[in-house]
């Protein structure tokens, strides 16, 4: 996905009614008076933000004369989630460890030990240390 396209799906995706529209869309095609309606703005607002989905490739709209239904576009979500995969597995890794720190804090905390040992708070930082490279 070219880096213009990425900026177009998540400048789009920036909009909370433009995610409320493609939350919409996700059980199935819908009109644009349908998906106006739990939003307090006029049509010509909602088309609007449906002009900015359909620019960034998020939704198409069908082409037929009276009936022209919105429906959802996966593959530039698809490319987004594919450019943030990288940065899950770093967060991800970043909350295990995390996690284990708590957890050695909370059992230290329910086996205090004696006023000056350090040696279990040294051992923690050395593993977190370890893991950490």
Known sequence: MPADQLSLTFAALADP??????????????TVTELAAPHAMSLPAISRHLKVLEHAGLIARGR????????LETAALADADAWIEPYRRFFGAAVGRLDAQLRAENATAAHPR???????VEENHRRLDDEGN
Not at 19 to 27: E, F, M, N, P, V
Not at 114 to 120: C, L, R, Y
């Open 114 to 120: 004696p006023e000056g040992d350090t040696a279990a």
């Open 17 to 30: 009614t433009r995610r409320a529209i493609l939350g919409r869309l996700i059980d199935g095609e819908a």
């Open 64 to 71: 037929e004369a009276r009936w022209r239904p919105c429906r």
